[in-house]
């Protein structure tokens, strides 16, 4: 069986008209102004206060874009795009008739519909995009994911409660620093330039199944996150890593509820522990 999936958890929204580049690019994290047909960019749209309020892969095509989202956002992202287009030349509308495939290993024949790499992670693969869902694909992509310590919205990080630095954003070329104002930019880009950025979703392991995901994470005692996703003994938790450092200096318990667990950063990020001790 070949290494892919179909990812009913998704819906695409057609992004097309006149205006849609400069459009998207005003208000999204991720830079596509320079996005070929045949090219993705993983990005997230924003409050005010840089919260991630949505998070999609925004696909070029020769009409504009597809915008690739959580289903169950889909319809909600389509009218915030909508409230904040005002006098653009801009057509959004949800299309049902896509299947999104993602592929992992083998590359899959583009003749089957529209395919690009997955800009998050070498590793992920590729996503693909038709009207017919293959029925020989039904591997496991939440523990291939999981595996290489990929976040996803909504199992990892709570939409509307985390910053993009917490869901590793910054790691996945997700938020463009330098292409100028977005929705919530200062404050993402105050966060970055101050190193303020406490919480990571990171990567645990235990030698029994973990918990569920929202489990309450302790670290020498102390409050340091909660779980997210896993499969099995392997998972991710959004955690206060200036908590969790001081416990594994000191040989303290890392605990998922009552289970042990092991806490590692992603070998792929570009951040390390932090160098002080403690944590409010």
């Not at 590793?168 to 100028?180: P, R, S, Y």
């Not at 966060?191 to 309450?216: F, N, S, Y």
Request: net charge negative; with cysteine.
């Amino acid at each position: 069986m070949t290494d892919c999936a179909v990812l009913e958890d998704r819906k695409i929204i057609r992004i097309k008209g006149a205006d849609a580049v400069h459009f998207l690019q005003g208000i999204v994290t991720c830079d596509i102004d320079h996005l070929a047909p045949g090219e993705a960019a993983f990005g997230a749209l924003l409050s005010p206060q840089g919260k991630i309020m949505f998070d999609f892969f925004l696909i070029r095509t020769e009409e504009g874009f597809l915008a690739d989202a959580p289903a169950q956002l889909a319809d909600d992202l389509a009218k915030r795009l909508g409230f904040y287009k005002l006098r653009a030349k801009v057509d959004i509308e949800p299309d049902d008739s896509f299947n999104v495939t993602a592929f992992w290993g083998v590359e899959p024949a583009r003749e089957d519909g529209t395919v690009v790499r997955d800009p998050r992670h070498a590793e992920l693969g590729w996503r693909q995009y038709g009207e017919e869902a293959l029925a020989d694909c039904a591997r496991d992509y939440d523990a291939h994911r999981i595996g290489l310590g990929v976040p996803q919205g909504g199992s990892d990080f709570a939409y509307g409660d985390a910053f993009p630095h917490d869901a590793l954003m910054d790691e996945m070329n997700a938020v463009a620093f330098t292409k100028g104002c977005f929705i919530g930019q200062e404050v993402v880009s105050r966060m970055r330039h101050r190193g303020t950025a406490r919480k990571r979703v990171v990567m645990i392991e235990a030698d029994a199944p973990l918990p569920g995901p929202q489990t309450a994470v302790t670290a020498g005692g102390k409050p340091a996150g909660e779980t997210g996703s896993a499969s099995a003994n392997r998972g991710l938790a959004l955690l206060r890593l200036d908590r969790i450092k001081p416990a594994l200096d000191e040989g303290a318990d890392v605990l998922a509820g009552d289970t042990p667990v092991r806490v590692t950063l992603q070998p792929w990020v570009s951040f390390g522990w932090p160098a002080d001790k403690g944590g409010d």
